[in-house]
């Protein structure tokens, strides 16, 4: 039988994707916007360049395109009258991913996105609709081929792609890969601009800015997703770290009207944002991907007004000179953000085995999380993993599916460290192999590429010694604090932030010995270590905050009506 091919996304959902608004619920979404007029033929929108925001057609057709390689575009769909253009790019504010054309005369009602967001809030039926479509139309481009977003030009493995394609990947933004042995476009661009192998990946951006080999904080501010932060800008709580504890905070913290900043040196979602599935969370009975269930997180935070500086790295943090008690964050980058209240949300970092050589494989042999990057990586290879805990089950699992054998190597038993529901499905896989009492003894390799593993199991043991490509980390994590040397914030023996009574008589359980900055989550000394304990500690703190803030005479800067942000 012939296969029947599998319907696109856009085929399955096509009506909630390109909803159409009638008459009556345009007329109550007109006092956020304003009307324009557009010739025929006149640019709309400019992949690469910031919108003004969301569009409603009320009149005419906007023809929308994208561009799927190097110079090449191909047509997306055409809006008419009740239709809206615009995805989850308008509602933060940053660059377009598809280029829009007047196809005749035009009349549409712009809505901004800090007016955006006002309607999603004051409109919950109407809001509802929108946001579905928004965030559809974004999985759309990042399920079909990534257009709209940079282009990495390099070779397959090759660590450097491997990163920026992570980083990329975690942030939910669409990218396109271009194998530079391989694939006809890469090698003419190659020869074209004079591109030496060494000065491999490349990123075209979609401006046409082109970088060799650039860090991700320079990729992300050529891509528009971080932007300068405004010196003279006083926010109500920064929260540093967005995982599941500090997305908690932003989108409690922003639905309440407090103004609230997100830093994070990499990507939304932290370690719960690399997990495979997480079956254990509460009302998502058949279970949820981490990077779903913090992209959800992350663009609830943004609707309630939180803005994100992702990847922004705090360096520093010092109480203000001046009566008002303000604290400063030094960042990577110079800049300074002053806030009245900080919640430290920054979690762990990946724990690193004692193994000669580790280093240098890091970049594209050993991972330190399962995506479906790595999984690609690893098809029809053996690899090995080194982990009991649940992370190291899930990833185990998603590994499994995708066809790849795994080396399971576990200092314990299972049973000792992982849910009883993982052991079980671990144990049921039949191209997984469970080694207990199993330590990493030695990697071989050349040029950054794995070629062998070893490792004993018990102490005297024999050393085993397998031909593996890829070797995956699950060993729990450190605090992520060294950057709070120096701040008067007291941390315990491991490293993690002392807080309550801990840290002082009579301080709030989630409070430091800092008045005014709160630690939650993994970062925390005592804390769960689990995503629904950190989001309740997110919830928890903004109450604190508040309590805080008026015990302090700080007036937090909240809106009349809806909150509102100007980016």
Request: a neutral charge; proline letters at 5%.
């Amino acid at each position: 039988m012939p296969t029947v091919p599998t319907p696109s996304l856009f085929d399955q959902r096509r009506d909630q994707m390109v909803p159409k608004l009638d008459p009556l619920q345009i007329e109550r979404i007109r006092r956020f916007g304003e009307v324009r007029s557009f010739a025929n033929g006149e640019q709309i929108m400019t992949a690469g360049e910031v919108a003004p925001g969301l569009m409603v057609v009320l009149a005419g057709k906007i023809a929308v395109t994208e561009h799927v390689t190097l110079g090449q575009s191909q047509p997306v769909i055409t809006h008419e009258k009740g239709a809206f253009l615009g995805e989850l790019a308008q509602l933060a504010g940053r660059p377009a991913l598809v280029d829009a054309k007047a196809s005749g005369p035009v009349e549409a009602l712009i809505i901004p996105p800090e007016r955006l967001r006002a309607l999603l809030i004051a409109e919950a039926e109407l809001g509802e609709i929108i946001m579905r479509a928004l965030i559809l139309r974004r999985m759309r481009i990042l399920r079909e081929g990534g257009a709209g977003g940079p282009i990495i030009v390099g070779r397959a493995g090759n660590g450097d792609v491997l990163r920026l394609e992570e980083f990329l990947r975690r942030n939910a933004h669409p990218h396109q890969f271009l194998n530079s042995e391989t694939d006809a476009p890469a090698k003419a661009l190659i020869e074209r601009f004079h591109i030496d192998p060494g000065e491999l990946p490349i990123v075209v951006c979609p401006r046409g800015t082109f970088m060799r080999n650039p860090s991700v904080n320079e990729l992300a501010r050529c891509l528009g997703l971080v932007r300068p932060i405004a010196a003279d800008r006083i926010f109500d709580v920064a929260v540093v770290g967005a995982g599941p504890a500090g997305l908690a905070t932003a989108v409690y913290a922003a639905s309440e009207g407090l103004s609230s900043l997100v830093l994070d040196c990499r990507a939304f979602g932290g370690q719960a944002g690399a997990s495979a599935r997480i079956e254990n969370y509460l009302g998502f009975p058949t279970g949820i991907t981490g990077m779903a269930l913090m992209a959800r997180a992350y663009n609830q935070a943004q609707k309630f007004g939180a803005e994100m500086a992702i990847p922004d790295e705090a360096t520093s943090i010092t109480a203000g000179e001046n009566a008002s008690g303000l604290f400063s964050l030094k960042l990577q980058t110079g800049e300074e953000v002053r806030a009245r209240s900080v919640v430290v949300a920054t979690g762990a970092r990946y724990r690193r085995p004692d193994v000669a050589s580790l280093e240098g494989f890091e970049s594209s042999s050993v991972h330190y999380w399962a995506s479906p990057v790595e999984a690609k990586l690893c098809a029809n290879q053996e690899v090995a993993l080194v982990g009991a805990g649940n992370s190291a089950g899930q990833a185990v699992v998603f590994l499994a599916g995708q066809g790849v054998k795994v080396s399971m190597l576990a200092r314990r038993d299972l049973g000792e460290t992982m849910s009883r529901y993982l052991v079980d499905r671990v144990r049921g896989l039949t191209n997984v192999e469970v080694v207990t009492g199993a330590v990493v003894s030695g990697l071989e390799g050349r040029d950054g590429i794995l070629e062998a593993v070893r490792w004993r199991v018990g102490a005297n043991g024999q050393e085993v010694r397998r031909p593996i490509r890829h070797l995956f980390l699950f060993i729990g994590a450190e605090p992520n604090t060294d950057w709070l040397r120096g701040s008067g914030i007291s941390l315990d023996a491991k490293g993690f932030v002392l807080t309550g009574e801990d840290a002082a008589a009579g301080r709030h359980p989630l409070e430091t010995t800092r008045r005014g900055i709160f630690a939650i989550g993994d970062v925390r000394a005592q804390s769960v270590k689990r995503v629904a304990a950190a989001v309740g500690e997110g919830a928890q703190v903004v109450a604190a905050i508040h309590a805080y803030l008026a015990a302090t005479s700080k007036s937090p800067t909240v809106s009349t009506t809806v909150p509102l942000q100007t980016h």
